[in-house]
DNA sequence: AAAAGCTTCAACCGCTACGCG
DNA sequence: CCGCGTAGCGGTTGAAGCTTT
């Protein structure tokens, strides 16, 4: 499982996203005392940026895999869990962050259908993205959103539902016109709010790069704004051990 | 201005699957 | 088979931010 060459390059030439750096802004805050009531060595809840640098490098030198020797080796008071956890749902090279373009909401949503709560097989068709982004979109955004079209239809008003689908000409079968009348749904209750967001985006950050060209699987979303890990951190930081 | 309520999402937990000796 | 270690999954939690009152 440890794959140390393949790791090592594709992270020497990685990306990362607006919002990593931008966590750090937000989380200003210490850690919050975590440790455990039985085990004092080993550390629980947010990471920091030293942690996240210490665990950064030591899967560029070492790679990752076999989380627990990991996590011991590195001299992280954490456990081989939160670790394997912190790399693949956040540190991870190619994890692409922020706004679920509507493309990738149709495609959750149809995938969802096929396969109901296997967030981290959905996960596999959506590039760069976390089973974790995908469940907690969904429970945050969809499940809500549901629950408000379930209501309304009690109501008995779903009557322009079916008017905005006339209206996009989305007509295939019955099971796909939910998917697509969700998924239209979502598009307007969702959109402005994620631009807002995205635009009130700290730009006092690095140079701002396009990622296009490096990033293969980063191509959906035009949104997005990456960087190289150069321009936020020295190299040097990276291959100091 | 501030308190209350709501939303988001990183991180944790418990569990299962799998591989190996 | 059994026991152990590891990887991975899905559900849940709770802190922090945001919005409403």
Not at 116 to 124: F, H
Not at 134 to 155: L, P
Not at 173 to 180: A, D, E, N, Q, Y
Request: glycine share 4%; proline share 4%; aromatic share 10%.
């Amino acid at each position: 499982m440890i794959s140390t060459s393949s790791s090592s390059s594709s992270f020497s030439s990685s990306s990362f996203s607006l919002s990593y750096v931008h966590m750090y802004k937000i989380m200003d805050k210490k850690p919050c005392n975590s440790s455990s009531s039985h085990d004092p060595e080993v550390r629980k809840g947010p990471w920091t940026m030293e942690e996240d640098l210490i665990l950064i490098n030591y899967i560029a030198n070492h790679g990752e895999g076999v989380w627990n020797s990991l996590a011991k080796a590195s001299g992280l008071k954490r456990t081989g869990k939160s670790c394997r956890l912190r790399w693949l749902n956040y540190l991870r090279p190619d994890v692409r962050r922020g706004n679920i373009t509507t493309e990738e909401q149709l495609l959750i949503f149809e995938l969802h259908a096929k396969w109901g709560n296997r967030w981290s097989k959905i996960a596999k068709h959506l590039p760069g993205r976390t089973d974790n982004e995908i469940k907690n979109f969904w429970r945050t955004r969809i499940q809500k959103h549901m629950k408000q079209a379930e209501n309304s239809q009690q109501q008995g008003n779903n009557s322009n539902i079916s008017e905005t689908n006339d209206h996009h000409h989305h007509q295939a079968s019955s099971s796909t016109s939910l998917v697509s009348n969700m998924a239209l749904q979502i598009e307007t209750y969702s959109a402005p709010s994620y631009q807002e967001n995205l635009e009130s985006f700290p730009t006092q950050f690095p140079t701002i790069t396009d990622q296009s060209s490096s990033c293969t699987n980063h191509n959906i979303n035009s949104n997005h704004n990456y960087w190289n890990i150069e321009d936020f951190w020295p190299m040097q930081l990276l291959n100091g051990d």
